[in-house]
């Protein structure tokens, strides 16, 4: 009975899933395989307390305690796909949170570097993605926006960064640590609203895309916010 029950709940959230990428991704113009192939396998109810866990698929951010959010669905998908990830890539996430979009990188990419300020939340981040069984995924509790200080074990810098908190510029120190043909994307403006940015590092130097206004929590830290 207990299994059964358990059966029924997963085939449930396995169509909430499913209308999430059609009517809030693929009608929005999200078309990378990849991008689209791990919001299908990763269950966001996993990232999201107990009591909002029906509320999951839903097309907006969700509270995840400590005065943060899980990300609404649609601008994920259109960070991620803006990255034009590869399986290669090494990507360094700035702002954890729950999780959930650390797993989707991980399911695309080569090794996810994830940072995250509020230590509650990076552990229990953890605690659910070593539960998924993902090996992928290299974590630190700091401020990112310094990026991973210290230097990235065996490698110099990032193919891709994410930053999943809104910044008033762009850190020269994740910049400084993006590789040749490599893209960071961070939301910035004042702390209600935002443009998301795609900077593009070239040999002519950094190209700067506008993609529109979003709304992120503030990325606190030396090259951010102050508290
Ligand atoms: N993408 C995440 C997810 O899927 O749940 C949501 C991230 S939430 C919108 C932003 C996160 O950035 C928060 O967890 C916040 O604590 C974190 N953050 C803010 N400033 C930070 C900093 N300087 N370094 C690392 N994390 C930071």
Sequence with gaps: MVNEKREKLKMRYQSLRESMIKYQLETRGITDIEVLKAFKIIPRHRFVDFNFQHLAYNDSPLSIGEGQTISQPYIVALMLQLLELKNSDKVLEIGTGSGYQTALLAEIVQEVYTVERILPLLKNAKTILNDLGY??????????????????????????????????????SLTGQLAMNGKLIIPTGDRSFQQLVIISKTEEGYVHRNEGGCMFVPLIGAEGWQL
Excluded: S
């Design 135 to 172: 090996k992928n995924i290299f974590y630190k509790a700091g401020d990112g926006t310094l990026g991973w200080e210290n230097g990235i074990p065996k490698r110099e810098k990032f193919d891709k960064i994410i930053v999943a908190a809104a910044a008033p510029d762009i850190p020269e």
